[in-house]
Nanobody, 126 residues
Framework: QVQLVESGGGSVEAGGSLRLSCASS????????MGWFRQAPGKERERVAT???????TYADSVKGRFTISLDNAKNTLYLQMNSLKPEDTATYYC????????????????????WGQGTQVTVSS
């Protein structure tokens, strides 16, 4: 059974940085897709970044060049380094995973994920 627990959220001023962590169990790294999603009040949940086979990654256009997703297999932990934060990055951030046929690559990064953490709040003030 896959379990995901996020940490590292908080409040920061615009231009600051935060690093989110997701402790995981039951995940087959590089085979399963893992990612970060976020949901702001009154908005739909959106994909932020995903990681899969051989470290292949995807990023939402709004975070490219500012956020970096990474995976430490030895620590069973997924990270999201967030730099140059903006007020519009304010949201609840969720760690997610899914198992796909074969390995996580290409189009498998997209579409629904079926394992979710409880979320961690990120607030960026102007």
């Amino acid at each position: 059974q896959v379990q995901l627990v996020e940490s590292g959220g908080g409040s920061v001023e615009a231009g600051g940085s935060l690093r989110l962590s997701c402790a995981s169990s039951g995940v087959i790294y590089s085979r399963d897709c893992m990612g970060w999603f976020r949901q702001a009040p009154g908005k739909e949940r959106e994909r932020v970044a995903t990681i899969g086979l051989l470290g292949s990654t995807t990023y939402a256009d709004s975070v490219k060049g500012r956020f970096t997703i990474s995976l430490d297999n030895a620590k069973n932990t997924l990270y999201l380094q967030m730099n140059s934060l903006k007020p519009e990055d304010t949201a609840t951030y969720y760690c997610a995973a899914k198992r796909v046929p074969g390995y996580c690559s290409g189009g498998y990064h997209y579409g629904p994920y079926n394992y979710w953490g409880q979320g961690t709040q990120v607030t960026v003030s102007s």
